[in-house]
Nanobody, 113 residues
Framework: VQLVESGGGLVQPGGSLRLSCVAS????????MSWYRQAPGNERELVAR???????IYADSVRGRFTISRDYAKKTVYLQMNSLRPDDTAVYYC????????WGPGTLVTVSS
C-alpha cells in the first residue's frame, strides 16, 4: 500500500486548503482512511477519519471547519480545511490499515500572516 499526500502550503488565517491523499496497492473502498497531523514538539493526532461506508468523525478542534470525503473510483481521500488558524499549522499525514498501519510522507500546512 502506498499513500501520497498533496495540497499543503502557506495560507493566511481564515483561509482554506484542500488536501488530497491518493492510495495505491492492495487497498479497497472498504478501507477506513484517516488524516492525522503533527505540529512541532507535539504528538501526532487524529484529525478526521472516514469509513468505507462514508461515516466520518472529527477531532473537536476541527469539527465544523474541516470536512473529510473520499472518491472511491480514484482511491483518493480529501480533507477540506476552512477557517484555518495558526494552530492548524502542522504536517498532515494520510493513514490506513491493511494488515498493518500505512502512512504517507506527509504534506506541510502553514497558517500564518
Amino acid at each position: 500500500v502506498q499513500l501520497v499526500e498533496s495540497g499543503g502550503g502557506l495560507v493566511q488565517p481564515g483561509g482554506s486548503l484542500r488536501l488530497s491523499c491518493v492510495a495505491s496497492g492492495s487497498i479497497t473502498s472498504l478501507n477506513t482512511m484517516s488524516w492525522y497531523r503533527q505540529a512541532p514538539g507535539n504528538e501526532r493526532e487524529l484529525v478526521a477519519r472516514i469509513t468505507g461506508a462514508g461515516s466520518a468523525i472529527y477531532a473537536d478542534s476541527v469539527r465544523g471547519r474541516f470536512t473529510i470525503s473520499r472518491d472511491y473510483a480514484k482511491k483518493t481521500v480529501y480533507l477540506q480545511m476552512n477557517s484555518l488558524r495558526p494552530d492548524d499549522t502542522a504536517v498532515y499525514y494520510c493513514n490506513t490499515n491493511v494488515g498493518r498501519s500505512y502512512w504517507g510522507p506527509g504534506t506541510l500546512v502553514t497558517v500564518s500572516s
